[in-house]
Structure formats: structure tokens, C-alpha cells
């Protein structure tokens, strides 16, 4: 059946690129905490340079999930794949836009030196980081299913 050795071997590069999004937000979501422990006046450029990346390669896999939907009449299993990859993305995404937002904050306190950090930042910045990391577990997990 050549069309599902087809469609087998799109949705491994769309898992591909559903593993280098996740790969590139969670770089976004260690430059935003370590920003917040440690803010650096350059903080804003490198969080734009990563959101930048992570927002052409949400695009590319958007187009190339819909083209798989609309020309290649994906059977349900399938079907059902490509539209959690999008959904997916979509999450993965916005962590990736927040950690831009917390980023630019952090560039925002190096500059002005406003507050001084709470001594439970660096506690809840561990806890952000597993839970992501855990997240990730469980995309690998079921991507092998």
C-alpha cells in the first residue's frame, strides 16, 4: 500500500518537527527562568531570536499538516495524528510565546533593577522546568505508540 508508506513517512517528519519545536522552546523556557534568577540587558534579543524560529517552524508544520489533510485523504488513524500534532503545537507554541513575555521581563529588571528577585523564584523556575520536562516525556511516550 504505498499511500500509507507515504503517509507513515510524513508523520515521521512531522514528529520530527514537533520534537525540534519542543527542542527550541524549552532553550526559550530556560533563557526566560534563568533570566528571572539572573536578568541580562541581552535577554530580549536572544528570546526574540528563539520565538522567531519557533514561529516559522509552527508555520511550516500548520502547512504541512493541513496539506496532508486536504491532498492526501488521510485514513482515521492518521487523520486523528495529524490533528493532535496541530493541537500540539498550538500548546507548544504559546509556552514558547510566555517564555518570550517572561524573557523581555527579565531583560526589563537588568536594565532597571526594580525589584529584588522573591527567595521562592528559584523553587517555582525548577518546578516550571520538570513539569515541561515531564510534558515532554509524555509527547515521546505517546509519539512511540
Do not use: N, W
Not at 536572544?46 to 485514513?75: K, N, T, Y
Not at 516525556?137 to 505517546?142: E, G, M, Q, Y
Amino acid at each position: 500500500m504505498p499511500h500509507q508508506g507515504f503517509m507513515d513517512r510524513r508523520l515521521g517528519e512531522v514528529s520530527g518537527q514537533i520534537a525540534d519545536l519542543v527542542d527550541l522552546v524549552g532553550k526559550a523556557l530556560d533563557l526566560a527562568v534563568d533570566g528571572l534568577i539572573t536578568p541580562r540587558p541581552e535577554l530580549g534579543i536572544e528570546a526574540r531570536a528563539i520565538e522567531d524560529e519557533v514561529d516559522r517552524l509552527d508555520g511550516a508544520l500548520e502547512r504541512d499538516c493541513q496539506d496532508l489533510m486536504a491532498l492526501r485523504s488521510p485514513l482515521a488513524g492518521d487523520l486523528m495524528r495529524l490533528i493532535t500534532s496541530m493541537r500540539l503545537t498550538l500548546i507548544i507554541e504559546d509556552i514558547g510565546d510566555q517564555a518570550e513575555s517572561i524573557a523581555r521581563r527579565g531583560r526589563y529588571l537588568a536594565l532597571h533593577h526594580l525589584v529584588e528577585r522573591p527567595p521562592e523564584l528559584l523553587a517555582l523556575a525548577e518546578t516550571v522546568r520538570r513539569c515541561f520536562r515531564r510534558a515532554v516525556a509524555l509527547i515521546d511516550r505517546a509519539d512511540q505508540a
